[in-house]
């Protein structure tokens, strides 16, 4: 079984930065894509960004220009570097790997984000 594990969280103050990491716990082949989501209280959760195998990434309008995800395939870690941010932003961000053959992929357990002065 593949975990995942997320770190870089922590409290910021609105236009501050953190960077995000999520280290899988063994090479995952095949993958289609690996991302972030994050799921504020009383919300669902959404997408964030995610990068393909490709090389492609897509971002959600919110973060767009402020956040970059980057990945090390070979070592099977991703991660987010957010800028400028804001209050909205808080959340707990989960990190999100899919194979070609697994559905949804694998999750990590969360690494929450709160942005507060």
């Known amino acids: 079984q593949v975990q995942l594990v997320e770190s870089g969280g922590g409290l910021v103050q609105p236009g501050g930065s953190l960077r995000l990491s999520c280290a899988a716990s063994?090479?995952?082949?095949?993958?289609?894509?690996m991302g972030w989501y994050r799921q504020a209280p009383g919300k669902q959760r959404e997408l964030v960004a995610r990068?393909?195998?490709?090389?492609?990434?897509n971002y959600a309008d919110s973060v767009k220009g402020r956040f970059t995800i980057s990945r090390n395939s070979a070592k099977n870690t991703i991660h987010l570097q957010m800028l400028s941010l804001k209050p909205e932003d808080t959340a707990v961000y989960y990190c999100n790997v899919v194979p070609f053959a697994l559905g949804n992929g694998y999750w990590g357990r969360g690494t929450q984000v709160t942005v507060s002065s």
């Open positions: 990068v393909f195998s490709g090389g492609g990434t």
């Open positions: 063994r090479i995952i082949e095949n993958i289609n894509y």
